[in-house]
């Protein structure tokens, strides 16, 4: 297998590339993202669309001057990272053989003032499945390596927990 190592942001972002990962079979494709971001008739709820035309809703709660009718763009950090626990799980565990019922993830988020913003926070997972443990931490650990999100919230420096909770 060849692997291509990327060394330039320009490259990284302009290209659409596969690069492998060698533990799972996964190939990630690298390619620019557009976001934009429009409020809505002078309120403080705004519409967020990206480039493939989907879109997502934010908003503040009233103590803020919102609405309170759509989840905040903080608080879309957090869902964000949920959702990519999740459909990286689905993935590795495919690609891994790992049998599930079902897989969820708990986000449990801690800011550091009330307008501030994610200092810390606990990431709870929760598998169904008849698997081996050491198989199930496994597939785990891999799903923390290659969760995009999560790799984010690294970089920004918030102290993220892990735990992985196995029900039979």
């Not at 690069?19 to 390619?31: R, S």
């Not at 590795?92 to 988020?109: L, P």
């Not at 926070?121 to 999560?150: N, Q, Y």
Request: with cysteine; aromatic share 8%; net charge negative.
């Amino acid at each position: 297998m060849n692997f291509l190592w990327i060394s330039t942001v320009k490259l990284l972002l302009y290209s659409r590339i596969k690069i492998p990962c060698p533990d799972d079979g996964l190939w990630f494709i690298f390619q620019s993202m557009k976001a934009y971001g429009k409020l809505i008739n002078g309120s403080l709820r705004s519409v967020l669309t990206d480039d493939r035309g989907h879109e997502v809703l934010s908003d503040v709660g009233q103590e803020f001057g919102g609405e309170d009718t759509a989840p905040s763009a903080l608080e879309l950090t957090a869902l964000s990272l949920a959702g990519c626990l999740t459909t990286i799980w689905g993935i590795v565990a495919k690609n891994s053989g790992v049998s599930y019922t079902d897989f969820e993830v708990e986000i449990d988020a801690e800011k550091d003032s009330p307008m501030g913003t994610i200092c810390k926070a606990r990431a709870t997972a929760r598998v169904s499945s008849g698997e081996d443990r050491v198989k199930l931490e496994k597939c785990f650990e891999k799903v923390l390596k290659s969760c995009p999100v999560g790799q984010i919230w690294e970089k920004a420096g918030i102290d993220l927990t892990e735990e992985l909770v196995i029900r039979d």
